[in-house]
């Protein structure tokens, strides 16, 4: 398991985030979240948090060079323990770059795509507007659903069948994993999927 880089992708509200903080709490594995280590170095760098918060402004996100980059380093910083990947790629360019570094570090990646139908999806952006303002199961200020939720959520729509060509044939493979209610508790699923990719990789 330690060389296993895990990416976790999905639409916007599906639970990727409080998957990722449940398997890094199980599997002692560090956590790569592209906004918050990008907001890490602006602090650092004055030129780059107003580029930061141009681009934010612009619903463009953080830069394709600088997205990379950090998480080219993060996957490097943990050399002897599995990478989780919340929310990253997110886009062809990324995916590309994340596999060059995982063959690189001489990683195995295994991509978890979560995924919802999409009346579970609304029932989810209900429930976020209903809760705007409480404190989430994983400790963050709940602020509903957003314009950068939307725009998110549209970026996400566009590039995923991209990202799945390019990362697919990747030596820890690509897995759906419905989390629509009923379903197997996620958490063990996806731990499943760890274990096999582990012993496949």
């Not at 296993?4 to 449940?22: E, H, Q, Y």
């Not at 360019?93 to 570090?105: E, K, P, T």
């Not at 919802?116 to 989810?124: G, K």
């Amino acid at each position: 398991m330690p060389d296993l880089v895990v990416s976790i992708l999905g639409p916007p509200g599906i639970g990727k985030r409080a998957l990722a903080s449940t398997l890094a709490d199980q599997c002692q594995a560090p956590v790569f979240r592209l906004d918050e280590a990008a907001s890490r170095d602006a602090r650092s760098f004055p030129t780059l948090a107003r580029e930061l918060d141009e681009a934010q402004k612009s619903g463009a996100g953080v830069p394709n060079p600088l997205a990379c980059a950090l998480a080219a380093n993060a996957i490097d910083a943990a050399r002897d323990r599995m990478v989780l990947l919340d929310d990253y790629p997110r886009c062809l360019s990324q995916a590309r770059n994340l596999r060059r570094s995982v063959r690189r570090a001489n990683r195995s990646l295994m991509v978890v795509q979560l995924t919802a139908t999409p009346a579970t999806l609304a029932d989810r952006r209900q429930r976020q507007q209903e809760n705007a303002g409480s404190t989430t199961a994983t400790g963050r200020r709940s602020a509903g659903w957003s314009r950068a939720d939307e725009i998110r959520a549209g970026r996400y729509k566009q590039h995923t069948t991209e990202m799945r060509v390019a990362l697919s044939a990747s030596e820890g493979g690509w897995y759906e994993v419905a989390t629509d209610p009923g379903t197997p508790k996620l958490d063990a699923v996806v731990l499943a999927l760890i274990a096999f990719g582990s012993r496949c990789s």
